[in-house]
Structures are given as structure tokens and as C-alpha cells.
């Protein structure tokens, strides 16, 4: 996709969310020249899948934007997520929780992390059932490196935005109900959920930050 569209693509986004809701470029199978170009157009937050791209793209393009883990992170791969990243989204185990909490002590860094939550309750899907998530978080509290700024959700597979809406308002209910509980180092201040086919209802339904790939540029060819 031409540099034009990608920022024609994002100046049509801009004046479809509103301006309190954070737009998070989604990366994935998009390479270095496309991302610079979104950054070029605005962007301030890109997101990657996978650390091994997320290398990559890093090393290109440095700190012009911020970078976020919105895929699955394999335990193997936190030593080299925590050097890239300056949030990961996709916490769902206390035992990840730790790896990250130990890898930042070993470079002297604090991390900010969303906890993902299984809206969906979908077995195939990566995230803790909505009833763990207090309990996961309040374990992940002690941990010194690690600051929660909130909760991410993908949501059910389906075509119709509108299936989405009652993942979404649960999330959304979650998220509003811990930050009431004021725990330590827990913000909750970012509601990551929405992407492509779903941010408008994401955001009719709270969304803080929504994830944008193919709106952004054009359809992947591991979709």
C-alpha cells in the first residue's frame, strides 16, 4: 500500500474516533517502510504480534513511536519483549507476570502491562476468564516492576461488529469495577479493545485504545 493511502487511511480514522480514544497502529506482517510511513501520518503507538518482527521493526525505526505487544508472549521470549516494548498487552498468567517482573529487574526498568481478558470465554483464545481477572491481578500487585494500566480483550471470532458489543460492555464493566478497588501500581487507565471491523462498537462501549491494522494497511496476507 502507496504512503498516500496509508495516510489518507489514517486521516479518515482520526476524524471517525474521538479524540480522548488512543489510535494503536497493529503491525502485524506490515514491515518497516509501512509503519514509518504511519508514524510519518501521525501515528504515536504501534503494535506487534510477535517479538521476532517486533526485532526487526525496532531496529529500523527505534523510538519514533511507542511499541506494544498485542500478541500472545511465549515465556521464552520475555528477555527479548522487555528490551522492545514499552507496554505489553497480553499478561495472562501470574507465571508470565513474573518472568517480565524479573527480566525488567535485570535491566532496571519498570513495565507497564494490560491483563488480557477471555471475553469470549473461547478455549482456543489467549486471556483469563473475566471472574480471574481481579484474582490475577492482586497477585501480580507485590511485583514491583510491573504497573497495570488496565485491561485488553479481543472479543468472540465473528463478522457482525454487533456480536461483539456484549464481550465488550462486560470488559468494560470489569475494568470500571477494579478501578474502584485503588490498588497499588493498578491505574487502570487503558482499555485497549476494537479492532479493524469492530472499533466503532469498542468504543461506543468504553474503548480507551483501539488496535488498527487493516483499516490502517490493507488486508495481510496471513489474516
Known amino acids: 500500500m502507496s504512503a498516500e493511502t496509508i495516510a489518507e487511511n489514517i486521516a ?12 494503536l497502529a497493529a503491525a502485524k506482517g506490515h514491515g518497516p517502510d509501512a509503519i514509518m ?8 503507538l504501534v503494535g506487534e504480534n510477535y517479538v521476532q518482527e517486533a526485532q526487526r ?32 498487552e497480553t499478561v495472562d498468567s501470574l507465571a508470565l507476570a513474573e518472568r517480565i517482573h ?26 483469563v476468564s473475566p471472574r480471574e481477572v481481579e ?27 454487533e456480536a461483539l458489543r456484549p464481550a465488550f460492555a462486560e470488559t468494560r464493566r ?15 487507565r487503558t482499555l485497549s479493545m476494537g479492532m479493524s471491523g469492530s472499533y466503532r462498537v469498542a468504543i461506543e462501549e468504553g474503548a480507551t485504545l483501539v488496535r488498527i491494522g ?5 488486508e495481510r496476507n496471513d489474516d
Open 12 to 23: 479518515r480514522l482520526r476524524r471517525q474516533i474521538p479524540p480522548e480514544v488512543e489510535l
Open 37 to 44: 510511513e504511519a508514524i510519518k501520518a501521525g501515528v504515536a
Open 57 to 88: 521493526a525496532h531496529k529500523a525505526i527505534g523510538r519514533l513511536a511507542s511499541w506494544h505487544l498485542i500478541g500472545h508472549l511465549q515465556k521464552n521470549k520475555v528477555r527479548k519483549a522487555v528490551a522492545i516494548f514499552d507496554m505489553i
Open 102 to 127: 524479573d527480566e525488567c529487574g535485570r535491566i532496571g526498568r519498570e513495565m507497564p502491562v494490560l491483563v488480557e481478558v477471555n471475553s469470549a470465554q473461547e478455549e482456543q483464545k489467549s486471556g
Open 135 to 161: 484474582r490475577l491481578i492482586r497477585a501480580i500487585v507485590p511485583l514491583s516492576r510491573l504497573r497495570v494500566d488496565g485491561l485488553m480483550t479481543m472479543g468472540p471470532f465473528s463478522e457482525d461488529p
Open 174 to 188: 470489569l475494568f470500571d469495577r477494579l478501578g474502584r478497588l485503588r490498588l497499588p501500581r493498578v491505574r487502570m
Open 214 to 218: 487493516t483499516a490502517i494497511f490493507g
